[in-house]
């Protein structure tokens, strides 16, 4: 999970989940015991239903078995995600997009999502954190190569949550390809999601003259002061 | 009390302003709980950047410098770059500046008695006695009248280090025109290539026309210790002789019986003087009949009027001298005027073992500069001998795209013909020589075909200006058919803009704007972020004061 780096830094020092931590997971919207001790592998595909052509990858497929909760399918919805460098150039500082940073299904619906990336390397739609008695790992995940379109189906859970959906290939995510996807009215949003969300960890963006000004207004504010406290004491 | 709603004005306002990205993180996280991912704000959007002010790229020559010519006799070859060597200034160091008509004289610039050529004393049909004249020059030193460097020399856009430089002996004035601050055409780095004939009896004179002592040191050419008149002869000062002081002469002796590209250069306080660029190629060519040399190539490049073993065996020579330079060290003579200040200044204050180096040229220039009178331009098949010297503090690893060439020479001694293999990067150490023989047959091994081909430094300083690139000594093979007719190369790249406006090596313009503009631009502010800031400052000093005052009055009651 990058979405985590800094969260297993910290945990990396001391082999063990803090209480603040364990919240972080929930802020993140991820079932804690995914982002505990577990640790996901992603060059194991093992337990993964993969579809590979030409074309890209379709992982964990799931058209037809139902989420625990889910009477019957609530409905068919269809999604068209582009992906590319062309969808990041209404925002200023990043460099790759999608057309929708965030989507909304209906719980127990079966989700259609056509993927289609625009740029001439790989991209990913990669879904977190579902339920993992259907969806190994979690993940349901659809890759397109350059210029290339590929579809997939899931069916989403009964609950309302919200869940992440981002581009794994390395700095995508951190450059723009990070989005959420709500089933139901979800359960709030996720950090750093471009055109939903802050960023977690901002640059300052502070003006070269910023110093001396803070500087200047610091001392002005200290001398006024002064002077005041002297004049009515 | 007045103070009272002050301190809590103060302490509202510092609640209020503390940026929440400030929070420790286990609030954060507690906040994220309660409230949720904070709401979205766009990062600032990218900075307009102003469109490049370039320099011309390639200069006119209205006088027809860059053509053939024949002159006194004297075969002159093209030069194709857009920037050549003064053609009368070829002929008469060809000739010798005693043996040529006053109209070549004048057209050189040289002094009569830059380059004298005597008899002929094996009666091969060329002169063997020599007679070179060097001065002693600084380019881009200090003033007390003007606040820019005088006697200016770029060797890239905007950028003027101080140099010091052996030139050949002019007459007039050292600067292009009375109201010209820039320095003549023929006077600048690298200190000019010298040619001289194996057996040869030949004599440089140093006229120490600048403003400190110097040397003549003959870096690896056969030559005496001592001269016929028992006089040291090395150029050492810690070993041979005192060193010529300001608007002394000194002449040196030597008639080497080996030879091979070598090297020149001042050799008083060595670390300081020759970094400054007080040296040279010093290259002894076979003795063969018939063999008038260009006995100087000034600012090196190609040679225009090749020797006879060379016409053998190549098709052109270029002449590549690698110098990089210490801004920290160079610019020490722009800043004080006063020979002592400078002096304490370069031989004290400087350390060099502290020292890293800037700026890195190839005959006398950085790129983009190079561009204009340094590429070795050639034509399928042919065969290009190359001398090359890396006279810089750093060593070089000379890499060729597209080509493979092979060292005949290193350090002016031919290599076993068994031991001959192509290679493309070379590794030149400081002060050292070799001989390339580059050869433009499309075999897939020593070319792979016509095109722009770079060659540079492989070490990635070297690539830079300061630490921008691209900058340094970046120099390109071009085949004619890539040339224009002008003297520039067909490239195909980035706009050549950006590189030839000074702004962009002043750090001043985003490396990728002019293919990818806005996308890695400068950002602009965080206003909010400031405002915040500026509300805390003023908090800040205001709780300050206030504790300040109550300290004051604690200790008085």
């Known amino acids: 999970m990058k979405a985590l780096t800094w969260l297993r830094v910290q945990r990396s020092k001391t082999g063990l989940m803090a209480p603040w931590q364990l919240a972080v997971s929930f802020l993140m919207i991820l079932p804690p015991s995914l982002s505990g001790q577990e640790s996901m592998d992603h060059s194991d595909h093992s337990g993964h239903h993969m579809a590979v052509n030409p074309s890209g990858v379709v992982m964990n497929e799931n058209r037809d078995r139902l989420p625990r909760g889910c009477p019957e399918i609530s409905?068919?919805?269809?999604?068209?995600?582009?992906?590319?460098?062309?969808?990041?150039?209404?925002?200023?500082?990043?460099i790759f997009g999608m057309s929708e940073h965030e989507v909304q299904v209906e719980p127990c619906s079966r989700v259609k999502v056509t993927f289609v990336n625009e740029d001439s390397v790989r991209h990913q739609w990669m879904v977190h954190g579902l339920p993992k008695y259907l969806y190994p790992a979690g993940m349901f995940h659809i890759e397109a190569n350059g210029g290339h379109t590929m579809t997939g189906t899931f069916i989403v859970p009964a609950e309302d949550q919200t869940y992440l959906v981002h581009c794994d290939m390395e700095q995508h995510m951190e450059k723009g390809m990070r989005g959420q996807l709500l089933v139901g009215s979800g359960s709030g949003d996720l950090w750093s999601v471009p055109g939903i969300s802050a960023n977690f960890y901002r640059s300052d963006y502070l003006p070269a003259f910023a110093p001396l000004l803070l500087v200047l207004v610091s001392a002005s504010a200290f001398i006024l002061s002064l002077w005041l406290a002297k004049r009515h004491s | 009390m007045k103070k009272r709603w002050l301190i809590l004005f103060a302490v509202l306002l510092a609640a209020l302003s503390y940026p929440p990205s400030w929070y420790p993180l286990t609030v954060r996280v507690k906040m994220t709980e309660w409230f949720g991912a904070a709401d979205f704000r766009p990062l600032p959007e990218s900075l307009p950047v102003a469109d490049p002010d370039p320099a011309v790229f390639c200069p006119p020559d209205p006088a027809g410098w860059r053509q053939s010519h024949l002159i006194e006799g004297v075969n002159i070859r093209p030069s194709r770059p857009c920037v050549a060597d003064n053609p009368y200034a070829v002929a008469s160091l060809v000739r010798g500046t005693n043996n040529v008509g006053q109209d070549t004289l004048l057209r050189s610039g040289l002094a009569a008695d830059a380059v004298e050529k005597g008899r002929d004393l094996d009666g091969d049909g060329d002169p063997d006695e020599i007679h070179i004249r060097l001065e002693v020059a600084e380019l881009n030193g200090g003033s007390p009248l003007t606040p820019g460097p005088v006697t200016a020399y770029e060797i890239a856009p905007g950028i003027q280090p101080g140099l010091w430089v052996f030139a050949p002996k002019f007459v007039g004035m050292a600067v292009e025109n009375f109201e010209s601050n820039q320095a003549r055409r023929s006077l600048r780095l690298p200190s000019p290539a010298i040619r001289i004939e194996q057996g040869d009896t030949v004599r440089v004179t140093l006229e120490n026309s600048h403003y400190m002592p110097h040397t003549l040191h003959l870096h690896g050419a056969d030559h005496g210790f001592t001269d016929v008149s028992g006089e040291g002869n090395d150029g050492v000062p810690i070993t041979s002789e005192i060193p010529v002081l300001p608007g002394?002469?000194?002449?040196?002796?030597?008639?080497?019986?080996?030879?091979?590209?070598?090297?020149?250069?001042?050799?008083?306080q060595p670390h300081v003087h020759v970094m400054m660029g007080l040296q040279g190629l010093f290259i002894v060519e076979e003795n063969r009949p018939e063999n008038w040399l260009q006995t100087m190539n000034i600012g090196a490049g190609l040679v225009r009027a090749p020797s006879v073993s060379v016409r053998d065996d190549y098709d052109s020579e270029y002449d590549l001298h690698y110098?990089?330079?210490?801004?920290?060290?160079?610019?020490?003579?722009?800043?004080?005027?006063?020979?002592?200040?400078?002096?304490?200044?370069?031989?004290?204050?400087?350390?060099?073992?502290?020292?890293?180096?800037?700026?890195?040229?190839?005959?006398?220039?950085?790129?983009p500069f190079t561009f204009r009178e340094s590429l070795l331009v050639g034509k399928d098949n042919e065969r290009i001998k190359l001398r090359v010297v890396n006279g810089g503090a750093k060593g070089i690893a000379l890499h060729t795209h597209g080509h493979k060439f092979t060292v005949t020479h290193r350090d002016g001694v031919e290599l076993p013909q068994q031991t001959l293999a192509p290679q493309d990067v070379v590794w030149l150490a400081t002060s050292q020589r070799v001989d390339l023989a580059l050869d433009l047959s499309n075999d897939g091994l020593h070319s792979y075909g016509p095109g722009i081909w770079p060659f540079h430094d492989h070490q990635y300083n070297g690539v830079t200006n300061d630490g921008i690139g691209p900058g340094g000594n970046i120099s390109a093979i071009v085949y004619a058919q890539f040339m224009d007719e002008g003297g520039w190369p067909q490239t195909?790249?980035?706009?050549?803009?950006?590189?030839?406006?000074?702004?962009?090596?002043?750090?001043?313009?985003?490396?990728?704007?002019?293919?990818?503009?806005?996308?890695?631009?400068?950002t602009g502010a965080d206003w909010l972020m400031l405002l915040r800031l500026t509300g805390l400052m003023l908090a800040a000093g205001i709780l300050a004061a206030i504790l300040l005052h109550a300290l004051v009055n604690l200790r008085r009651s």
């Open chain 2, 492 to 522: 195909r790249g980035v706009s050549w803009d950006q590189y030839f406006d000074p702004a962009y090596y002043r750090k001043e313009i985003p490396v990728w704007e002019a293919y990818a503009p806005g996308l890695f631009s400068d």
């Open chain 1, 75 to 94: 409905g068919d919805q269809a999604l068209t995600i582009y992906a590319g460098r062309k969808y990041a150039r209404d925002l200023p500082g990043i």
């Open chain 2, 248 to 268: 002394q002469a000194r002449t040196y002796e030597l008639s080497p019986r080996h030879a091979g590209t070598m090297f020149y250069h001042c050799h008083v």
């Open chain 2, 323 to 367: 110098l990089d330079i210490d801004k920290e060290l160079n610019e020490r003579i722009q800043g004080e005027n006063d020979p002592r200040l400078i002096t304490r200044s370069m031989h004290r204050d400087y350390d060099i073992t502290d020292a890293a180096t800037d700026y890195f040229t190839l005959n006398g220039r950085s790129f």
